[in-house]
């Protein structure tokens, strides 16, 4: 394998602490050197001149829909990782809703065959409960060996206490994290937006925000008596922040993921019936925005994670109650993220790596990533946060353009991942 | 000035000239007086939901201005064969002038509006909106009351899923009047408040009702009420519209009802029989107001033929 010499850029390693400028030197896969720019002492096959551009730790993204096997009219796991690459993903943790579901080790190894022609790492979340049908648990201890990350039912929330119960206590033992999408569908219907005053408005059946952060509340209160690791998909609402800061309080292990559109949009987005904003969870209130916004800034949420879900225009261009649920997101994560947050004066570049890299490798515990010390995986997205740009959904890599972000101008643009060393795009 | 009206989607989206010039038109409208404005023009009726009462409406509407129409029940349709709304609107476009849509989803017209290129006219979605109504019963206000500014207007019931009491409380408002809804937490939350300027939440019937110039009564749609409780026996006896209740409006008031009504559940035989009552000249004014959203979307000369 060939040395790439990484010059003159930005180093952002939350992890190991630095924010400087280095040269950093890959090989064979792992990070050899960093120096003192102009100071590395390996000579490289290869140099990428990075002025003006930051070099982090490759981005992971803890939730992504990559449709196969399946459903390869939406996405395949190769145009899937395509997209995360485009968008500064080195590694994506695909959800098990596919068909057949992920639940047992046979899927979960097939998903990360070579074959499947994966641009970045793919790591599977396999399903918590066989079929997801939230009666039986899966084999966690297999589909751990099989390489799988963390355990979820997305989608099909797991309703019954019992099985929840069961679930965090294996998961702890097996040394997984439970991840739960937090929707109470007795009480949401499966209803396709939030319930409030754009709702009544539109005479459209509302999720009431007591669907989310109920179910929040109930994981955190039987992960507190289990012992194992709770981590929150998609948060939406400002109440289910509020239970994640009162279990922390009392030192539950509970984590929380937050989608850009839950911090960049709100329920009034769906106006128009407008199907390319309907997702679920829905977008929320102004003040819930203002809560996920808050929660990034103090801490309370860990990771920003795309729910990338992508869907065929036939399923899209419906009505908007026969809608199917979900956005794509993994190309312009990061440019939303730094609008919004890092270009708003939010937060800065070091925590916007922990939320993106940093935090994510270790909910799921992909170790040697996350990181660019000097062993770790090489790993790597550099990205030109001042960029301006808009984003061309007709020019996606991924199979579907379910999206609103289309024709958006955004602020950051990533210029080139690299993965195990080996540079998957490139816009240098 | 706004471009020519193209289609009827929702009340929202007019201002009060447009309301007016359509109310003014229907004026002169009369089924019993054909015309020729649309002669040769062809009008599909496309139902995705039952109804009589609106279908029959806009279709005597059209063939009284001389338009051919041509009745689409998704029933009987390739709709039931799986066909999306996009397809059956395409088809529909390239063999006739315009679509008159009923759609149980809130939204599919607004939805098919932008799929196709010829003017839809929204004869009631989901619990969205139901336009043609909303001007029927302003048309029917006004041939009691000199104008709408500053009347007392109750709406009683289900609002919660109720098209009607959306476009008129739009309406309503456009036009300057007090618009009160009534009802139990469940089939009116209170994020109606919102839904236009000037909207008012009054629980207590005897208090929404003091004083009124129209009470508008609203069926309870059980077929909607998917899970919520409603006690029949305690809704009756704190919304039936009752004599001694209409007593407490003003003396002039009228009774109106969207229909279907169902006598004994909202109101009393005496009520929706005696003579504040216009529900009846509500159908009849369906005709003529539908003459004149027809007339004004789809006739050549701007603001409607002459």
Redesign the interface.
């Known amino acids: 394998m060939s040395t790439i010499l990484l010059k003159g850029g930005h180093l952002v390693d939350p992890a190991s602490g630095v924010d400087a400028l280095a040269d950093l030197v890959l090989r064979d896969g792992r990070v050899e050197e960093i120096a003192e720019p102009g100071k590395a002492k390996a000579t490289a096959d290869e140099t990428l001149n990075l002025k003006g551009l930051i070099v982090a730790p490759g981005f992971v993204d803890l939730h992504v829909h990559l449709r196969e096997p399946g459903q390869t009219h939406k996405e395949s796991i190769a145009s899937g990782t395509a997209a995360a690459a485009a968008g500064g993903f080195t590694s994506v943790c695909a959800m098990p809703n596919t068909r057949p579901i992920n639940d047992s080790p046979a899927v979960t190894r097939w998903m990360q065959d070579e074959e499947r022609g994966a641009l970045v790492n793919v790591f599977p979340i396999a399903a918590a409960t066989l079929g997801s049908l939230g009666e039986k648990l899966s084999d966690y201890r297999g589909l751990k060996r099989a390489g799988a990350v963390a355990l979820s039912d997305d989608g099909r929330p797991i309703l019954d206490d019992h099985i929840m119960r069961e679930a965090l206590a294996l998961a702890a033992k097996v040394g997984l994290p439970v991840i739960q999408h937090a929707e109470d569908t007795k009480i949401s219907h499966g209803n396709p937006m939030n319930e409030g005053v754009t709702s009544f408005k539109l005479g459209l059946r509302g999720q009431p925000a007591s669907s989310e952060w109920q179910m929040v509340e109930r994981d955190i209160r039987l992960a507190s008596q289990e012992g194992g690791r709770i981590h929150v998909a998609h948060v939406s609402t400002a109440r289910s922040l509020d239970m994640v800061r009162l279990g922390r309080s009392s030192s539950v292990n509970v984590t929380a993921e937050v989608t850009p559109h839950h911090f960049l949009f709100t329920e009034e987005a769906c106006s128009n019936y407008d199907t390319r904003y309907k997702m679920n969870p829905p977008l929320r209130s102004a003040a819930d925005r203002e809560a996920m916004i808050a929660g990034l800034i103090d801490g309370t949420i860990d990771a920003i994670a795309t729910d990338h879900a992508p869907h065929a225009l036939f399923e899209k261009e419906v009505e908007f109650d026969k809608a199917a649920f979900g956005i794509t997101g993994l190309e312009v994560a990061l440019a939303a993220a730094i609008t919004a947050l890092y270009q708003a004066k939010k937060i800065s570049l070091t925590r916007l790596v922990q939320l993106l890299s940093t935090n994510p490798a270790k909910i799921v515990g992909v170790t040697g990533r996350g990181t660019l010390a000097a062993g770790s995986v090489a790993d790597v997205t550099i990205f030109d946060p001042k960029k301006r740009w808009t984003y061309d959904l007709e020019k996606t890599r991924s199979r579907s353009r379910n999206c609103p972000y289309g024709g958006m101008q955004f602020y950051g643009k990533v210029r080139a991942t690299i993965v195990g060393g080996k540079v998957v795009f490139s816009e240098l | 000035m706004k471009a020519k009206l193209r289609s009827l989607l929702g009340i929202e989206p007019l201002d009060s000239r447009q309301i007016l010039e359509i109310l003014t038109l229907a004026r002169r409208m009369n089924p019993a007086r054909p015309r020729t404005t649309l002669r040769g023009r062809r009008i599909a009726l496309l139902f995705y939901e039952n109804s009589t009462r609106t279908r029959t409406s806009f279709e005597i509407a059209a063939k009284s201005l001389g338009a051919s129409t041509v009745v689409i029940h998704a029933t009987t349709a390739s709709i039931e064969k799986g066909e999306?709304?996009?397809d059956t609107g395409r088809t529909l476009q390239s063999i006739v002038d315009a679509i008159v849509m009923r759609?149980p989803?809130?939204?599919?017209p607004?939805?098919l509006s932008r799929?196709i290129d010829i003017p839809i006219i929204n004869a009631g979605?989901?619990?969205?909106?139901h336009p043609s109504q909303a001007l029927l019963d302003a048309f029917t206000i006004l041939n009691h009351k000199k104008t709408l500014k500053g009347l007392k207007i109750v709406t009683i019931g289900d609002i919660?899923h109720s098209?009607v009491a959306?476009s008129d409380a739009h309406l309503f408002s456009k036009l300057g009047a007090r618009v009160v809804f009534c009802g139990p937490d469940v089939l009116l939350?209170e994020?109606?408040l919102?839904?236009a300027p000037g909207v008012e939440i009054v629980r207590d019937m005897d208090e929404a009702i003091r004083g009124a110039d129209v009470v508008m009564m609203l069926r309870v749609q059980q077929e909607r009420l998917?899970?919520m409780q409603i006690n029949v026996d305690e809704y009756i006896r704190r919304y039936q519209l009752t004599p001694a209740k209409l007593k407490l409006a003003k003396k002039d008031a009228i009774v109106m009802h969207p229909g279907p009504m169902i006598r004994g559940m909202e109101m009393t035989d005496e009520v929706a029989d005696c003579g504040q009552s216009v529900v009846l000249e509500q159908v009849l004014n369906g005709v003529k107001v539908r003459m004149a959203i027809l007339a004004t979307l789809l006739g050549k000369k701007p603001g409607g033929a002459r």
């Not at chain 2, 989803?105 to 599919?108: I, K, L, P, Q, Y």
């Not at chain 2, 979605?125 to 909106?129: I, N, S, V, Y």
């Open positions: 999306s709304l996009k759609h989803s809130s939204g599919a607004v939805l799929l979605d989901g619990m969205h909106a919660f098209r959306r939350p994020s109606a919102a839904l998917s899970g």
